[in-house]
């Protein structure tokens, strides 16, 4: 019998309080979207006591909430995941273990892998053995993903890759990869990409760190030369990778509102939190000034519009009243509230936003959270995308013109210096 | 609105959804502009038939609800009226029957008993507004003199003042806040009707100039209405932003659609990148209106802590999110949707009133604060 949200909650609450180490005010009232700049050693101890905590998650009978029990997983519903979300508030938590990891990776081995593929895997992952990463976007162009030029060329019971992969966050630090592959230049572009998984760390593989503009250095490009993968390795069917493609994409619209992913209430990775801002008004001792007290208000609302309007469309999608496309309405909405809410902190912190020292508290920092402001409406998609597929798949109005679309990829032009 | 309705609350939807079809069609609603009360006294007896005026009754005194959730069920009475753009009065009317329901005494029995019966309507005279910085409007007062409630004061605008035979007054008395319910008939009671930018709605400036009633005209305690006032408030706010969203609603379906039918240089307007990233924008916050409204439903329902700033939360981002929808459906239009034969308009009007009425957007913000630096004070 499936156990009830309630006494689930319970369990996790008593948990919870028993084995994990509350937040210190500072962890919790730090503006999160600049992710503190760490040494590698920092790096790699935070990560592996994230892993430890996930196996203690995982010992408790905690993790992976919406997997099936076979592989590991919990097999409860996306209610007993917001229930534990709700009780992991203020605790420290395995928050780099989640995404990519359980979802979108986790959740497209669950759709498309294999029996084997899955026994191996996805309970390796709820341990926190195994952390994932996407090896989606390209130096030509993310935003058309079906674009990829990475090819893979079959050679006997293998696949050779070749290409390059970027912007992947936390490559150097992961182990596995789900990567987007082209295996079939003379067909259009949709029908020639397979979907594959491979391990990061193996010779054909270099992983480069890029800085990003806060001096964060957890994305990365990969350079692919002659990397094998065996033909057991492949997700979904030969050239049928957009299938693939677009359940994956759709997890990962949907990760604030996934059964999969625990991703404590009100704050998501790479967001400046409505409470964080509550405290940049303090820690500036601006609390009473009117303009400040309606950009608190606008925040909060902002937040608590957000949280509604994934319950909704969440709830929507899982009755099937709306279509899966309908995920891009809460894309859409995270990206651009997040964008409105790092102003709103930056605003506030006034010229604690210019220049600060660590005694500004929560206002240090808002001047680099305002400089990464886009990050919230590029990554996973951007807002852009998000714009097109509401119109084009929800509203249904007519498609942008693609002249790629029923043309053999290798004939399709790539850039404006390198026409086909 | 929800998108889940349960049979019962789909069968009670769709009745008052076919009775506004077929008594208050957009021909109608045009004609009732010139009509003094905007709406017809059979109409709205029809209406409370249908149930309109009894949701937030107790069975007791004979209302009673669909679904259990007595607001979340008027939510969708209410709609029904934003997308029908209908006349009537379901805010004062209800916040009022809900009002005497829980806390009126013996002596508004009757008065509940014909807002149910729909032979009455009542007026609401929501003051000191919404109150975020101490400097509201003076607003009427009222004090004990000889055993009987004295009124003075000015409150404005009052919805439906004009056609009530009652009003429910919040006046400031020595102890605080207190309400009366006060008959329009009253001797110093005067009703100025004032303009309004909607077509069927009609609102008054009430002055009471010392009048005198009993006691027992006094509902619940005197000195002592903050916490009644509170969910008056959260009532209206909830049932007027429902209203809001089914006119959203409809704006936004009839502007998609001429998207589609529309054309410009040769192609369809929904064929144009710019024209479709805006709609796409226009159904996120469509989707996130609905969402927070019915979240804050079914939390005054719950009587849930977080009901305060669910509420403001909806107020403020249908008032601010929802009026930017619309105008820029008018956009879309063109030169047709400022025109007054176009019926885009009357949704316009709803919304844009009802982002006036019962604190602006910049208010409910403000009071959404307020909770906040109460949460940290408390931590
Ligand atoms: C914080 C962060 C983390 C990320 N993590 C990962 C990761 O782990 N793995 C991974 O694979 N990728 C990751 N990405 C990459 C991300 O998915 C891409 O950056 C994104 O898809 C956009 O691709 P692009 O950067 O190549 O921009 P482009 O595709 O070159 O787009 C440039 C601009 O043109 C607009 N545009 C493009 N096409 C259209 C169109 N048809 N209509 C209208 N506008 C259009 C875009 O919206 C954008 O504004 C991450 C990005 C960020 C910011």
Redesign the pocket.
């Known amino acids: 019998m499936t156990e009830d949200v309630e006494s689930f909650r319970l369990r996790a609450r008593a948990w919870i309080r028993a084995n994990l180490r509350p937040l210190e005010p500072h962890e919790i009232l730090a503006p999160t979207l600049a992710l503190p700049v760490q040494t590698e050693e920092e790096e790699h101890a935070a990560l592996a006591r994230e892993r430890e905590l996930q196996r203690m998650i995982f010992d408790a009978g905690l993790a992976g909430i919406g997997f099936p029990r076979e592989y590991g997983g919990q097999g409860l519903t996306t209610d007993h995941q917001r229930a534990f979300n709700a009780e992991i508030v203020g605790y420290e938590y395995p928050a780099r273990l989640q995404a990519?990891s359980f979802s979108p990776c986790g959740a497209v081995l669950l759709d498309f892998g294999t029996e084997e593929q899955k026994r191996r895997h996805i309970p390796a992952i709820l341990k926190g053995e195994e952390i994932w990463?996407?090896?989606?976007?390209e130096p030509s162009?993310?935003?058309?993903v079906a674009a990829a030029l990475t090819s893979a060329v079959r050679d006997g019971d293998d696949w050779i890759l070749n290409g390059s992969?970027v912007?992947?966050?936390g490559a150097s630090t992961a182990d596995w990869g789900l990567c987007l592959a082209r295996t079939n230049w003379d067909v259009p572009k949709h029908r020639g990409l397979t979907v594959f998984i491979l391990p990061i760390h193996q010779p054909g593989i270099e992983v480069h760190r890029i800085e990003m503009l806060n001096g964060s250095t957890e994305f990365c490009q990969e350079f692919l030369t002659d990397v094998r993968v065996p033909d057991s390795d492949r997700i979904g069917d030969v050239d049928g990778g957009w299938t693939v493609g677009t359940r994956w994409m759709f997890h990962e619209r949907m990760l604030f509102n996934s059964p999969f992913v625990s991703i404590p209430v009100g704050t998501s990775p790479?967001e400046v939190g409505a409470d964080s801002i509550v405290n940049v008004a303090r820690d500036t001792g601006r609390f009473d000034d009117r303009c400040v007290r309606d950009l608190l208000g606008e925040a909060h609302m902002l937040e608590l519009v957000g949280q509604t309007l994934r319950r909704r469309i969440g709830r929507g999608v899982a009755a099937g009243r709306i279509s899966e496309q309908s995920a891009a309405i809460t894309r859409l909405f995270a990206g651009v509230s997040s964008a409105r809410k790092a102003t709103i902190a930056f605003e506030i912190a006034g010229p604690a936003g210019a220049a600060w020292t660590a005694d500004d508290g929560a206002a240090a920092n808002c001047g680099d959270d305002f400089l990464m402001r886009q990050?919230s409406c590029?990554?996973?998609?951007?807002t852009?995308?998000a714009r097109?597929v509401i119109s084009e798949r929800v509203l249904g109005m007519p498609r942008?013109r693609t002249p790629d679309r029923d043309r053999p990829f290798r004939d399709v032009p790539r850039s404006a210096s390198n026409r086909a | 609105m929800l998108l889940e309705l349960s049979s019962d609350q789909e069968i009670f939807r769709d009745t008052t959804a076919r009775f506004l079809t077929s008594r208050v069609p957009i021909s109608e609603v045009r004609s009732l502009r010139n009509h003094p009360a905007g709406f017809d006294p059979d109409y709205w007896r029809e209406g409370a038939e249908l149930g309109w005026t009894s949701l937030l009754v107790s069975e007791e005194h004979g209302g009673g609800s669909v679904s259990g959730g007595g607001l979340v069920d008027l939510t969708t009475i209410a709609h029904e009226f934003g997308v029908h753009a209908a006349p009537g009065p379901l805010v004062p009317t209800n916040v009022v029957a809900g009002t005497l329901s829980t806390f009126g005494g013996e002596a508004h029995r009757p008065v509940l008993e014909s807002l149910l019966a729909g032979t009455s309507v009542a007026a609401w005279c929501f003051g000191p507004a919404v109150d975020t910085d101490g400097r509201g409007p003076a607003g009427p007062r009222c004090r004990i003199a000889d055993g009987e409630v004295v009124l003075d004061g000015v409150q404005r605008p009052v919805e439906a003042a004009g056609q009530a035979h009652h009003i429910l007054v919040t006046a400031r008395a020595e102890g605080g806040l207190t309400q009366i319910l006060v008959p329009t008939d009253t001797a110093g009671v005067s009703i100025e009707p004032m303009r309004t930018a909607d077509l069927t709605r009609r609102f008054a400036a009430v002055t009471f100039d010392g009048v005198r009633l009993p006691v027992e005209a006094l509902v619940g305690e005197l000195g002592d209405a903050d916490e009644l006032l509170e969910y008056q408030l959260q009532l209206a706010v909830v049932i007027g932003n429902a209203e809001a969203v089914g006119a959203l609603q409809t704006a936004f379906d009839m502007t998609l659609q001429w998207a589609f039918d529309r054309y410009s240089f040769g192609r369809p307007l929904a064929s144009y990148?710019e024209l479709k990233h805006r709609f796409a924008d226009q159904k996120t916050w469509l989707e996130a209106c609905h969402a927070v409204n019915d979240a804050a439903a079914a939390a005054v329902d719950d009587r849930s802590p977080d009901a305060k700033e669910l509420v403001s939360a909806a107020k403020a981002f249908i008032g601010d999110y929802g009026s930017e929808l619309v105008q820029d459906c008018v956009q879309i239009h063109g030169g047709i949707g400022v025109t007054f034969e176009h019926d885009l308009h009357l949704y316009l009007r709803r919304v844009t009133v009802n982002r006036a009425l019962y604190g602006t957007p910049a208010d409910h913000r403000q009071r959404i604060s307020t909770v906040l630096e109460n949460r940290k004070e408390r931590a």
């Open positions: 990519p990463m996407q090896l989606l976007s162009g993310g935003s058309d992969k912007w992947t966050t790479g990050t590029i990554g996973g998609g951007t852009e995308m097109n942008e | 990148q």
